[in-house]
């Protein structure tokens, strides 16, 4: 397993079904959204401010070798002033086919097909069976041994079980009882209690701010669509 894998790579496959190749019914489109913000951050191509507004810039630097990572920086930069990562992961979120660009990036590098399903014999579905599960087993092991076997907590595999969790996917990928029986520490380490050997805590609560918008703002959604208002 040579080729790379970003956050929001790794959400998207814990949010498609292995075989049938469609996206779960959980709020995966705020986590990957979370994701590629929280991506940012780690590869240091944006920072937060440490000030209690969380204002996002972006240092001169190369830019990253992934297109909607670029995306997401050429937005931060066009800007016409300082915004939050509350403001960013929203943002990022409304992307245009953003799951379905990710899967696509994932399918280039031969770990998903790309495929269209009718339904109804009338409309057209988007699929990406799993071709190469070793990527997502590996994915899967590392999240174990974080949650289930105390595992020292690297930084990347903290943030993705704590916007998996936010996203309703681990009970799509972990058994129940596992997930139960280690409730406490998946907890701890999704609030950020559990904090990465040698990751900063302006990252850190930077990284916290992604997730908790990635897991608030698809309920303030629905709630305001249930409403009506």
Known sequence: MSQTLFL???????ALNDKKGTFT?????????GGLLSELLLQDRIKAADDGKGDVTVPDQDLPDDEILCE???????????????????????????????AGQLAEKGIVT?????????FSRRIYP???GTFEDEI????????FRD?????RTTVLVALARHAGLLKENFAPAELEQHQERIVNLASGNILAEGATQETIKAIQTAI??????????????????
Do not use: F
């Open 72 to 102: 997401v920086i050429q937005l931060i930069k066009a800007c016409d002033k300082p915004r939050n990562l509350s403001h960013w992961v929203s943002k990022a979120a409304q992307i245009r086919d953003l799951p379905h660009r990710v």
């Open 212 to 229: 908790i918008v990635a897991a608030i703002v698809p309920s303030i959604v629905a709630s305001t669509v249930a409403t009506g208002r």
């Open 8 to 14: 929001h790579h790794e959400i998207v496959l814990l």
């Open 114 to 122: 790309a495929d269209e399903k009718k339904v109804l014999w009338v």
């Open 140 to 147: 899967r092991q590392r999240m174990a041994a974080l949650m």
């Open 151 to 155: 595992a020292a907590a690297d930084a």
């Open 25 to 33: 019914h959980g709020m995966y489109l705020y986590s990957i959204a």
């Open 130 to 132: 799993e071709l190469d």
